[in-house]
T-cell receptor, first 114, second 112 residues
Framework: KAGVTQTPRYLIKTRGQQVTLSCSPI?????VSWYQQTPGQGLQFLFE???????NKGNFPGRFSGRQFSNSRSEMNVSTLELGDSALYLC?????????????FGPGTRLTVT | ELKVEQNPLFLSMQEGKNYTIYCNYS?????LYWYRQDPGKSLESLFV?????AVKQEGRLMASLDTKARLSTLHITAAVHDLSATYFC????????????FGPGTSLSVIP
């Protein structure tokens, strides 16, 4: 079974631009969560999608948005990039409703904002 | 709001020694996760603890959960260099098990 994939793996953007990151979950998983990891703030929950609906949201500004498609693939968008958005963005998929709710993480997208 | 704390944040230990990492959380939950992260890598799931008193072991690592004390421990037995990594605990909120809050991580360095 293929794991969680994220594209692109590395990205360099300029302040003010926008960016879209993609996550393909494990086949059969319908829940996709996004996290931001920075040295200063650690791992922070962004949002979680299930069956194309955002079910949970963390404390991030509206510049951070996401969506999920009918095949469970998810995209995350950050508009008007700021230097502080430089981070490793991780997505995780799970078989929501499964006994363990175990999350499987993708390799991450390293975003650098200059 | 659910908060997750870990201690210590940094741990340097000699090979062959035992040590425990502690994870405290602030509100009721019965789902706790332990992850390992190597530098520059993603997170690897170690344990999922689902009920009070749950104990799981894999190799030199053993995790336990006390939901009444809102405490989980990750015990390392006879540490080896390969265990050097950052260890995160994470707690799923009681209201929504798909919102997972992470602790700050414990950076473990095992010295030969």
């Amino acid at each position: 079974k293929a794991g969680v994939t994220q594209t692109p793996r590395y990205l360099i953007k300029t302040r003010g631009q926008q960016v879209t990151l993609s996550c393909s979950p494990i086949s059969g998983h319908r829940s996709v969560s996004w996290y931001q990891q920075t040295p200063g703030q650690g791992l922070q929950f962004l949002f979680e999608y299930f069956s194309e609906t955002q079910r949970n949201k963390g404390n991030f500004p509206g510049r951070f948005s996401g969506r999920q498609f009918s095949n469970s693939r998810s995209e995350m968008n950050v508009s008007t990039l700021e230097l502080g958005d430089s981070a490793l963005y991780l997505c995780a998929s799970s078989h929501s409703g499964g006994l363990s709710y175990e999350q499987y993480f993708g390799p991450g997208t390293r975003l650098t904002v200059t | 709001e659910l908060k997750v704390e870990q201690n210590p944040l940094f741990l340097s230990m000699q090979e062959g020694k035992n040590y425990t990492i502690y994870c405290n959380y602030s509100t009721t939950s019965d789902r706790l996760y332990w992850y390992r992260q190597d530098p520059g890598k993603s997170l690897e799931s170690l344990f999922v603890l689902l009920s009070n008193g749950a104990v799981k072991q894999e190799g030199r690592l053993m995790a336990s959960l006390d939901t009444k004390a809102r405490l989980s421990t990750l015990h390392i037995t006879a540490a080896v260099h390969d265990l050097s990594a950052t260890y995160f605990c994470a707690v799923a909120t009681k209201t929504s098990y798909d919102k997972v809050i992470f602790g700050p991580g414990t950076s473990l360095s095992v010295i030969p």
